[in-house]
């Protein structure tokens, strides 16, 4: 063959590769994916970005080194399945129809799964989900059933089979997640609701971290032993250290004796019967020294007080600290598999909790420790964001900014805002306050019904149903809100105005009927 010819037909071919290629490009879907990783109960306070007093954790704050660390990120009803319902309808409580955690999911209605899937998104949910109905919206889903257990859990998946996991749930959770993303083809983005259950209680850490945090003391919180004066609402609760924090069942003080005849006894019994022998004779190794030590002290009163706190926050933080090696596998495997720069990742919780603010654990009321969230946000290298919001966001925020990023139209009865400009900094005032309200009383914990607003400065809540008690806090002054200013007269006008800004508030979002739930 001439040389001239052989030139022409490698020419040819080389235009019918590229032809091939470019088709193939065309092909190519390439919006961008979300990791949506959400852990239960874990506060702002041990996340080292947040806060550094209790506890490191260097793979949650590479997300925020990387990419934006949310100062004021907040929820409009501090609990579990009430919030992952926000999360996924981006509308508040009294829309979504799931007020408190006895209620159930109305899965017919739209949210932001079902609208990215319809897209052209494939759409998945791994861990945690406690909304009772069966996850809708979702090509793949492997849940927790109900609250689900750290150790040796049961999974159901969208075939409803039932499958029991061998091991410590927070890697069990993560295995799934990288597993299910290595089954993903790069023709189709992706939307992975990765929902932990740590740092539920009863706080149950890896084994393989047992013995981490020896020798650490916890300075317990300035308000530690608050005596809740002027604070109707906060006197009758059950969610303190000191009162309600079990000492078999939360502290793990189960001693063989039986001299320890605790009211959730029974509970840590069952609960710990399912770990295998292996799991349980390391389990043992570690507590009994404690239980030993524990009991030939002979504690009482503040002694007492303090002795639980700093076991609440061992437990907690070896949790915590699962959490945080996990994401660094994600992070890692992203990174890894070329994805990292084409995803947006996520980074919250259903609520913030106590570390012994008030002298609590738990969460539910509208205080800052439980109504704060932890929020970081890492998004696709080609969009340029700022580094650090100080706006008030909140949790209905979310499905709004996911259909956003998606190029998707933000439907009009969705009451968050996407934060899309926020974060490219071409907008700065979202909004001028929050709206919240809470509705599971009576129940365990005790924390009377309540909605309020919240300002950069003011907080007034409004406790009713069996009760009828404001309060007002000036956060400036008092970011600790010890001091209920309502009443005084100084405050009388600042109090009108909030008042208005509430019902204004109630009206916009259409919650002004509360006999609803
Ligand atoms: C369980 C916990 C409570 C907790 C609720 C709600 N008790 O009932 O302490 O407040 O869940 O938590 S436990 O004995 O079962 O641990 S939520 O995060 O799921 O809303
Ligand atoms: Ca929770």
Redesign the pocket.
């Given at each position: 063959m001439k040389l001239s010819n052989l030139i022409l037909i490698s020419l040819y071919l080389f235009c019918v590769a590229c032809q091939t290629e470019s088709t193939d490009e065309s092909k190519r879907d390439a919006r961008p994916n979300i990791l949506f990783i959400m852990t239960?109960?874990h506060s702002y306070q041990t996340l080292s970005a947040y806060d550094t007093t209790y506890i490191r954790t260097p793979n949650l704050d590479r997300i925020a080194k990387d990419g934006i660390l949310f100062h004021n990120s907040f929820v409009t009803n501090s609990?579990?399945?009430p919030s992952r319902a926000v999360m996924i309808t981006g509308k508040f409580s009294h829309k979504n129809g799931f007020p408190h955690?006895s209620s159930r999911f109305d899965g017919s209605q739209p949210t932001m799964p079902k609208y990215l899937r319809e897209a052209g998104y494939k759409t998945a949910l791994i861990g945690k989900w406690?909304l009772k109905s069966k996850p809708t919206g979702f090509d793949y889903s492997d849940v927790l059933i109900g609250?689900g257990n750290y150790y040796n859990p049961v999974f159901i998946n969208n075939e409803n089979d039932t499958v029991l996991n061998d091991g410590y749930v927070t890697n069990i959770i993560t295995d799934k997640a990288i597993n299910w993303l290595d089954g993903q083809s790069s023709d189709q983005p992706f939307c992975l609701l990765l929902h932990h259950k740590a740092t539920?209680?009863?706080w149950k850490p890896d084994t393989s971290l047992l013995h981490t945090m020896e020798g650490i003391k916890f300075e317990v919180p300035e308000t530690y032993f608050d005596n809740y004066e002027n604070r109707l609402a906060a006197q009758s609760q059950k969610m303190s250290i000191i009162e309600d924090m079990d000492l078999v069942?939360d502290l793990k003080m189960l001693d063989a004796e039986g001299d320890l005849q605790t009211k959730?006894r029974k509970?840590y019994e069952n609960m710990i019967n399912r770990l295998n022998p292996e799991q349980r004779a390391v389990w043992d190794e570690y507590y009994n020294p404690i239980i030993e030590k524990f009991k030939a002290a002979n504690l009482s009163g503040k002694e007492l007080a303090l002795w639980k706190y700093q076991r609440y926050m061992e437990d907690y933080l070896k949790c915590v600290r699962s959490v945080d090696d996990n994401v660094g596998r994600i992070l890692d495997y992203l990174e890894e598999k070329g994805l990292a720069d084409n995803t947006l990742i996520v980074y919250t919780s259903?609520?913030g909790f106590y570390m012994g603010e008030h002298g609590w654990f738990?969460?539910?009321f509208m205080y800052e420790e439980s109504m704060r969230t932890p929020l970081l946000m890492k998004f696709p290298k080609n969009i340029n964001t700022v580094k650090e919001v100080s706006e008030m966001v909140q949790n209905i925020d979310y499905a709004p900014t996911f259909l956003d990023l998606a190029g998707l139209p933000v439907p009009g009865d969705m009451q968050g805002e996407s934060l899309l400009p926020l974060v490219q900094g071409k907008e700065e005032n979202l909004r001028d306050a929050l709206y919240y309200h809470y509705y599971e009383y009576p129940n365990?914990?005790m924390v009377k019904r309540h909605y309020g607003i919240r300002t950069d400065q003011y907080k007034l809540i409004h406790f009713y149903e069996d009760i009828d008690s404001w309060e007002l806090y000036d956060l400036n002054s008092d970011p600790q809100e010890m001091k209920n200013l309502y009443g005084q007269a100084d405050m009388a006008d600042i109090t009108e105005d909030l008042k208005a800004q509430l019902n204004e508030l109630q009206i916009k979002y259409e919650d002004t009927d509360r006999s609803t739930y």
């Open positions: 239960d109960d609990i579990c399945g955690n406690h609250q539920h209680r009863i069942y959730y509970s259903d609520q738990d969460k539910r365990e914990h």
